[in-house]
């Protein structure tokens, strides 16, 4: 164990320097092997890091702490490194590459001295797909070891694709947790150079450099220059009882019901029809010879948000986290097990909360934080689709945009073509949430769902969806949906969940001709006659109506807000989105 070296010297010198600079007690080369797993699980139980839960109740599950001031991403320290402010864009945190190097090797310096280096080779992306991706991480945490074997296709396989060619590509990255010290803590991000440097945390999203880091930051920069879509979006497969399958992608901000939709289990009168996940998270997409767009999950496991999941709300998920997952920040029973708010049942009468206090049901702190998380492989999944290793990835009939939004946007609207639906991801908002440090419940335009992970100039990232969608020739539909509207004493008009699924087939109706729309200003919306709500409880036609409302004074006020963002990137804004905004307006005035 810990002598797997790749025969790449690109590598082996790459190491060799970070080991100069960081200066550990001792190297270890990860294989990714089960024997492998087995000791470093003992090693981070003795050492404190994991806590070894019931392994009746949960057998193959650990329990880790963060430090509580490290609880979620960190955009403010999150930063794009390109030779120019302009190439990086105005959304995106930029630092020069040279001043950024220095400091972050000034920080780094000794940094592992009394640790263990450990050199993670890893795959994003099926193995043998012409997207896949190889990836090395340095990192001093055992936490980052055992939480990559989960997240990607992690060990030995990985130097092997890479082979010796010394100018192959693969991503280079670092880590270390410092001090943990939130004055000392950066993401360093360098797409020119494929290289990432992440110092002073050891949150998940944070310091799993192949997550947000590499299949998002840095692959969406790669995809611009290699002519493919690398996107924060969940992918699932829906087969009617006839045998129809289609394939779906959607993007929605963090805490919008990504990982819900993802294992969405239809209502009891769908009896014969079956969703499937093939990714509940992030997905490459490439242009087919058919024209058609083909995605694929690169990650090989789950990092879901813990808090509000349950066996109600997402069967499939509580299933997947049944055994061989790593919870963070979530809280611990006295029989071992784990809890957090919105599990099933009682409330422990007692716990240990995640910061390591005492906990009861009359503690004013919630016992899980509400950023806490999963890590859980994707094999776990009872629903996981049949074809989710397929190198050529699964042909995409529609792509959904979507947000967490208590009014505005109807239940579900198609944008009326390619360009139009560009503009309506480009100016999609939700209200805020935990997993972003920062306001909760304030409306932010989030492009795409792309706003914290787009690795370079927005407005190019535009201008790239506009050039893929004029060499698709046979593109997805687009849609945009939002599960969150509520009426004027703040309840959800829409039950959400497994009753998505009645949307869903719409939608899936829709990419083959079959079922009705009224055309408004804003897009294609079904009528209430249009969507299967047989059996559905607690939706009144009056509710429905609101669902499905396009009211002209929320709409003034949201092309207000559109408008106030596209400003805010000026002069990046493609004018065929300018175009568009305006044509909208257009509308909303007829």
């Known amino acids: 164990m810990g002598e797997n070296k790749p025969a790449n010297k690109a590598v082996l010198n790459w190491v060799h320097e970070v080991e100069s600079l960081t200066k550990p007690e001792n190297i270890f080369w990860c294989d990714g092997s089960k024997e492998e797993n087995d000791y470093l699980l003992g090693e981070a139980c003795r050492q404190g890091v994991l806590i070894k839960l019931n392994q009746e109740k949960r057998p193959g599950c ?8 490290d609880v979620a991403r960190v955009e403010q320290f999150t930063l794009i490194c390109t030779p120019t402010e302009e190439e990086a864009g ?12 220095s400091k972050l090797h000034g920080m780094l310096k000794g940094a592992m001295r009394g640790r263990t ?20 991480e340095i990192t001093d945490s055992l936490y980052v070891v055992l939480s990559m074997r989960v997240m990607t296709r992690m060990g030995a ?51 799993l450099l192949s997550k947000k880091c590499l299949a998002l930051r840095i692959a969406s920069y790669l995809a611009q220059k290699q002519g493919w879509l690398a996107e924060h979006m969940l992918i699932l497969g829906v087969e009617s009882p006839k045998g129809e399958k289609h394939y779906v992608a959607a993007a929605f901000p963090s ?67 049944e055994r061989d997952t790593i919870f963070t920040n979530v809280a611990l029973t006295d029989d071992g097990d784990v809890w ?43 629903v996981l689709d049949p074809h989710v290793d397929d190198a050529a990835g699964v042909p995409i009939s529609a792509i959904i945009f979507g947000g967490r939004r208590s009014d505005t946007m109807p239940l579900v609207f198609r944008a009326f073509d390619w360009q139009h639906g560009v503009y309506i991801g480009a100016v999609m908002a939700s209200e805020t949430t935990a997993a972003a440090t920062g306001a909760v419940g304030k409306v932010r335009r989030d492009p795409m769902a792309m706003l914290p992970f787009c690795g370079y100039n927005i407005g190019d990232y535009f201008r790239h969806w506009l050039k893929i969608g004029k060499r698709l020739t046979n593109p997805p539909l687009i849609f945009h949906v939002n599960w969150f509207r509520k009426d004027a004493e703040g309840h959800y008009l829409w039950p959400g969940f497994g009753d998505n699924m009645r949307v869903l087939k719409w939608i899936i109706d829709r990419c083959e001709g079959r079922s009705g729309a009224q055309k408004t200003a804003v897009g294609c919306i079904p009528r209430p006659e249009d969507l299967d709500l047989e059996d559905l409880e607690g939706v009144s036609p009056e509710q429905l109506d609101k ?10 006020k949201e092309l207000a807000g559109e408008k106030e963002f596209f400003a805010s990137l000026a002069p990046n804004v493609p004018e065929e989105l300018l175009g568009q905004m305006q044509q909208l307006e257009e509308r909303l005035r007829r």
């Not at 650990?62 to 001031?69: E, F, G, I, K, T």
């Not at 990255?173 to 945390?201: K, M, T, Y």
């Not at 390591?356 to 503690?363: I, K, L, V």
């Open 62 to 69: 650990y329990l880790h702490r963060s430090n509580p001031n």
């Open 90 to 101: 105005p959304t995106n945190h930029w630092a020069d590459p040279a001043e950024t190097y």
């Open 117 to 136: 280096m450990f050199v993670v080779p890893y795959i994003m992306g099926p193995v043998e797909s012409p997207l896949a991706k190889v990836g090395y």
């Open 157 to 207: 396989r990985a130097s092997e694709k890479l082979g010796e060619k010394p100018d192959a590509e693969f991503n280079r990255g670092v880590h270390s947790l410092l001090d943990v010290n939130p004055e000392r803590r950066w993401i360093c991000h360098f797409p020119q150079d494929n290289a990432i440097i992440s110092v002073g945390s050891g949150y998940g999203g944070n310091v």
């Open 255 to 321: 805490a919008c019901g990504k990982t819900n939709f993802a294992m969405l289990i239809p209502p009891k009168h769908y009896d014969g029809w079956k969703i499937t996940t093939i990714g509940d998270d992030i997905a490459w997409m490439q242009i087919g010879a058919d024209g058609r767009l083909y995605a694929v999950n690169p990650e090989n496991g789950y990092f879901g948000v813990v808090p509000g999941t349950s066996y109600k709300s997402n069967p499939n998920a509580m299933r997947s986290i």
């Open 340 to 382: 957090w708010e919105g599990k099933d049942g009682e409330a422990p009468q007692h716990a240990i909360d995640w910061r390591g206090n005492d906990w009861t049901p009359a503690s004013k702190e919630k016992a899980a934080h509400p950023n806490s998380r999963f890590a859980t492989p994707m094999q776990n999944n009872p």
């Open 547 to 556: 669902l499905l409302a396009v009211d002209p004074a929320e709409w003034e």
